[in-house]
């Protein structure tokens, strides 16, 4: 098979694997996280297509996973811009808007391609676990940056709901992105070890 064919047909049923996983464990965390997010291993196939394949494809398969992230929830609409809360950091909906698509999802997801890094770390643990730290951590500080600068408002029913009396900085970046990210990532590492330990990953590059 032409190596182009390969990589191609690689990275679509990667991605698809990653769309599926996060569908079912989205489902499975609902109403745990109820503005988005869930635990879920669904970043490893793009962490495994970014080692295999290098950042470029990482990078581009992370890119496409986001749009289709986008567009399964809802956010590629007429009404999205409505929905967004009022924030004292962001004032136009079109600025709300365009910093929910880059910080929400085109920034975290693609960047998750930043693990091909360390391409060629496909066996390698130390590498191997490297490289999702670096990426999922980058997706943590963009999802924390965004729920401080547009979805802080929402820091005021966690603390009216809960009698806590936390800063947007603190329920974005501790009590809210922290938990699901740490959790997820931990899934990925552990998923990874027990694939390379069988040698579920060893390829012919």
């Known amino acids: ?3 182009n064919v390969k990589v191609v047909a690689e990275i679509a049923i990667l991605l698809g694997v990653a769309v599926v996983l996060d569908i079912v464990f989205g489902i499975l965390s609902q109403g745990i996280f109820p503005w988005g997010g869930s ?3 669904a970043m490893l196939p793009i962490f495994i297509i970014a080692y295999r ?3 470029k494809n990482g990078l581009l398969a992370g890119f496409m996973f986001a749009v289709i992230q986008m567009m399964m929830t809802g956010m590629i609409s007429s009404g999205v811009i409505a929905a967004i809360p009022e924030s004292p950091y962001v004032g136009p909906g ?4 365009i ?4 910080l929400d999802y085109l920034i975290p997801f693609t960047l998750l391609g930043l693990a091909g890094i360390f391409k060629g770390a496909i066996n390698n643990l130390k590498p191997f676990i490297s490289g999702m730290i670096l990426a999922a951590f980058i997706r943590y500080l963009s999802h924390g940056i965004s729920g401080v600068l547009i979805w802080g408002s929402y820091t ?3 603390n009216e709901t809960y009698g806590t009396n936390v800063s947007p900085f603190i329920y974005s970046f501790v009590v809210y992105n922290l938990p699901y990210m740490a959790a997820s990532l931990i899934f990925c590492i552990l998923v990874g070890i027990i694939m390379i330990k069988r040698g579920l990953l060893k390829t012919n590059l």
């Open 99 to 102: 910093l929910v698509y880059l």
């Open 39 to 41: 635990i879920s291993p």
């Open 53 to 55: 394949r290098g950042v």
């Open 1 to 3: 098979m032409n190596k």
């Open 94 to 97: 079109w600025l709300k808007l």
């Open 156 to 158: 005021s029913w966690f």
